[in-house]
């Protein structure tokens, strides 16, 4: 079983920064690939970021250039930091976990959530 535990969520203006965090526990975080999905009132849950235990990442075009997720195996952490941000990135953000670590953009290939984090950017 893996527990994942989101942290660093808050308000923010536009063109703000925030850093997410996730922690992990079980011992397969280093050899699964971790996601971070977003859900905005009255929308579906959308992709946002994901990453290997070898470092390679895939981002939604719609962060690409402005989030980076990052991941410490030794911490059993993996993080999103965000920049410019603007009001439609204001969502809850979870985090995922995949039992392989072979990264996806689809929620429902990952098996393990957390309680998400709430963001939200003023204008």
């Known amino acids: 079983q893996v527990q994942l535990v989101e942290s660093g969520g808050g308000l923010v203006q536009a063109g703000g920064s925030l850093r997410l965090s996730c922690a992990a526990s079980?011992?397969?975080?280093?050899?699964?690939?971790m996601g971070w999905f977003r859900q905005a009132p009255g929308k579906e849950r959308e992709f946002v970021a994901a990453?290997?235990?070898?470092?390679?990442?895939l981002y939604a075009d719609s962060v690409k250039g402005r989030f980076t997720i990052s991941r410490d195996n030794a911490k059993n952490t993996v993080y999103l930091q965000m920049n410019s941000l603007k009001p439609e990135d204001t969502a809850v953000y979870y985090c995922?976990?995949?039992?392989?670590?072979?990264?996806?953009?689809?929620?429902?290939?990952?098996?393990?959530w957390g309680q998400g984090t709430q963001v939200t950017v003023s204008s």
């Open positions: 995922a976990s995949r039992r392989s670590d072979v990264i996806f953009a689809i929620p429902g290939t990952y098996s393990y």
């Open positions: 990453i290997n235990s070898g470092g390679n990442t």
């Open positions: 079980g011992r397969t975080f280093s050899s699964s690939a």
